[in-house]
């Protein structure tokens, strides 16, 4: 428990430059984990994002990027979407030129590798030359090409945690040293192509590996990207300005057509897209006074202004790409595992293959065979696929999701998605759309129907409640009806309220129990009790009935369906249980799997009784003790900033179509991570101890080791690429 006083722990993500594998990744988490003030740290190296959480001054960037740099490495403030991409680019060139060297001269040292093993040459004198030749060409591969694992390898020993690089440069240097040993022999039995392949193969995954984290990356480019400055009202006039300076409060136009830049609250009623951020295909009526997200499209011909509530970096898309940036650098168990694996790996390779060599010699292995031996340990032993086989995939997976409308805040929550086994759905607002839709009415005899609906439109303008929004939209569709200002003569919250109107008297306006105790004879009620019941009456009694529902998204039905082939599901709801019925009528749920006029307490009761793993969506204040309870809450795109704020996963799209999908994926993302997990495990293991039983030439361990790391790379792809 933290003590009175003490200063909450704070978090930070920074970019990380200079890693050239996942080694490096561990060695600077090794080095900064046992720094006083640091509680926690990560560093993903597909996303070269180092997340780090304690105490203020101990993570911030003075702090930190000093020791990061004595390390050989450059800590920065967290790069742009647009600089992330440059940076990817930057590095797929470099490792281009350096695969091009290593493939022009690495292709003449095959081949002359190629003719002394085929037993070509017509002579050893020949033979012995010919094998000095493909030392010559080796020369630049080895020094220029392969310079990067050498860095790396270093600046990993000198964090005193040595991984992949330190194996691969031992057994680069190995194979050169042995094989001018040989020369100097005369003997024409030579390992330069080992290093070479090492060194060439090993610059091709890195590629293939770019490539993939370049297309992993492009996840965040889903999230719109509006224009960097706004139209601000300063001065006593309109003032273009960076959206940096724009401040809360300030005032700004918005022009047709251009993606809105901030968030705010619109002074005017306006047509909104939220195609862009939501994928919802139709423009929505926002009123005045209504909050509008940046991200968002304003329609129609006319400039609207706004109050901007957040500023720049802390608007709805930079929170989201702040968390699917923040999950990126999270660690999953099956990450956690694939590290602990690689971190003891690489020192015991490194242990075999240095004792491979004495201990050979001691069996009565001649000293070439010996050294050959060692050579092998080394590089079969590289764990660049362990390294790779879960950040990739998990890379990949997350990117896929944001694509199909789910975004990710909570670092365990892609492996929880993918074991979930009991759904829980709140009605209103997740499933239904949260706007009642009137289905039937019935008015008292000899009154018109615009007379009707001037009444109820007077009545019910002024009041928030939902089912009174709905009926002033339907009685203001009548042109022919005439505003007239009203008096409020008695309101009682959520049960209706006492008006009067000039030329109609007194009105009341609310639910039956409102009337009744008014006074006011009623008829006897309509047979639609799960529809919501308003009634409207004036100095003469009743006046009209309406009915009206919230209507369920028009993908509902079909996703629960989906749903339900795979999970249980079950609907939770604080609504009286005529509503919840009907709903649950028509999405295909069965009675038993639907719960009506639950508390807040009592829904999080049901979450944590179902089995779990649980995942419950909800949107409003009373869902934030479901989503605490179930093992992983999603939020819809509607929810409120309580809900948002309690749950793991946010939903992007209206309805729930985007969890159907979300879900596939997780599961799929699941099984590419066990796989490859599994693969580089196996390989490493069965490679390591059949290369210290039996002789294994180091060119075949080389393929052997590369083939492993392309495997779990195009592995994870399968993913990025899926249709």
Not at 143 to 148: D, E, M
Request: proline share 6%; hydrophobic share 45%; aromatic share 6%.
């Amino acid at each position: 428990m933290q003590a009175q006083g003490e200063p909450s722990a704070k978090e930070a993500l920074y970019t990380l430059n200079g890693m050239w594998c996942t080694s490096c990744a561990l060695a600077v988490e090794g080095v900064l984990s046992h720094r006083k003030g640091i509680e926690s740290i990560s560093v993903h190296y597909p996303t070269a994002t180092l997340w780090v959480k304690g105490a203020a001054e101990a993570i911030s960037l003075d702090t930190l990027a000093p020791g990061v740099k004595r390390l050989g490495y450059r800590l920065t403030e967290l790069e742009a979407g647009a600089d992330a991409h440059a940076r990817l680019e930057q590095e797929s060139r470099y490792l281009s030129l350096r695969l091009l060297v290593g493939s022009v001269f690495g292709m003449w040292t095959m081949l002359a590798s190629l003719l002394i093993y085929a037993g070509a040459l017509p002579n050893p004198t020949i033979e012995w030359v010919v094998a000095w030749v493909s030392g010559a060409f080796s020369i630049p591969v080895v020094a220029f090409a392969g310079w990067p694992f050498y860095r790396a390898g270093l600046r990993t020993l000198r964090a005193k945690r040595p991984g992949m690089d330190v194996l691969v440069t031992l057994g680069v240097w190995s194979a050169v040293v042995v094989s001018f040993g040989l020369l100097w022999r005369g003997s024409a039995e030579v390992y330069f192509d080992t290093a070479v392949m090492l060194i060439g193969l090993l610059l091709g995954g890195r590629l293939v590996e770019t490539l993939c984290r370049h297309r992993g990356l492009k996840a965040l480019d889903v999230l719109p990207q509006p224009k960097g400055e706004a139209l601000v009202w300063e001065g006593a006039k309109w003032q273009v300005k960076p959206l940096a300076e724009v401040l809360p409060s300030a005032r700004v136009m918005l022009t047709p057509g251009e993606l809105i830049a901030l968030d705010g609250i619109l002074e005017e009623a306006a047509w909104v897209d939220t195609a862009s951020l939501t994928g919802e295909s139709t423009p929505r009526h926002f009123p005045k006074g209504e909050p509008i997200y940046a991200g968002c499209r304003l329609l129609g011909s006319d400039d609207v202004s706004m109050t901007v509530t957040h500023a720049f970096g802390e608007r709805r898309l930079d929170r989201l790409r702040d968390q699917m940036r923040h999950y990126q650098t999270q660690k999953g168990e099956l990450q956690k595992l694939a590290d602990r694996f690689a971190a003891w790996l690489s020192p015991v390779a490194l242990i075999l293959g240095l004792a491979t060599l004495p201990v050979g010699l001691l069996l009565g292995l001649g000293l070439e065979d010996a050294a050959v031996r060692a050579l092998s340990v080394l590089v079969v032993a590289c764990p660049c696929a362990v390294g790779l086989a879960v950040p990739l995939a998990s890379l990949a997976g997350s990117g896929r999701l944001l694509n199909q409308g789910v975004a990710l805040r909570d670092p365990a929550a892609l492996e929880t998605l993918a074991r979930v086994k009991t759904i829980a759905l709140d009605k209103t607002g997740t499933l239904t759309q949260g706007e009642p839709v009137l289905v039937h009415w019935a008015n008292r005899e000899g009154v018109t129907e615009p007379a009707v609906k001037a009444t109820l439109y007077q009545a019910a303008a002024n009041s928030q409640h939902p089912l009174a929004q709905a009926l002033t939209r339907w009685a203001g569709s009548d042109p022919t009806y005439v505003p007239r200002q009203s008096q409020v003569i008695e309101e009682v919250p959520g049960q209706g309220v006492h008006l009067h109107l000039p030329e109609h008297g007194d009105i009341w306006l609310g639910s039956q129990r409102f009337l009744t105790r008014q006074g006011i004879e009623l008829p006897e009620a309509d047979t639609l009790l799960a529809a919501s019941e308003v009634i409207l009456a004036d100095a003469q009694g009743w006046l009209g009935s309406f009915y009206l529902e919230d209507t369920p998204y028009k993908d509902a039905a079909p996703s629960i369906q989906s749903l339900q082939a795979d999970y249980w599901v079950v609907m939770l709801s604080g609504d009286r249980p005529g509503a919840v019925e009907a709903v649950a009528e028509r999405l295909g749920l069965a009675p038993n799997a639907c719960f009506a006029e639950c508390s807040p307490e009592a829904k999080a009761r049901l979450v944590q009784g179902l089995p779990g793993p649980t995942l419950f969506v909800g949107d409003g204040v009373n869902d934030t003790l479901s989503l605490a309870a179930a093992d992983i809450g999603a939020a819809p795109f509607n929810a409120s900033d309580a809900a948002r704020e309690g749950a793991a996963a946010h939903l992007l799209k209206p309805g729930v179509a985007s969890l159907v999908e979300g879900l596939a994926t997780a599961q799929a993302t699941r099984r590419v991570m066990l796989q490859n997990l599994t693969l580089s495990a196996v390989y490493n293991t069965l490679a390591l101890g059949l290369v210290i039983v039996m002789a294994i030439p180091p060119l075949v361990a080389v393929l052997a080791m590369v083939a492993s790391s392309l495997s779990v790379t195009l592995n994870a792809a399968r993913l990025a690429w899926r249709d």
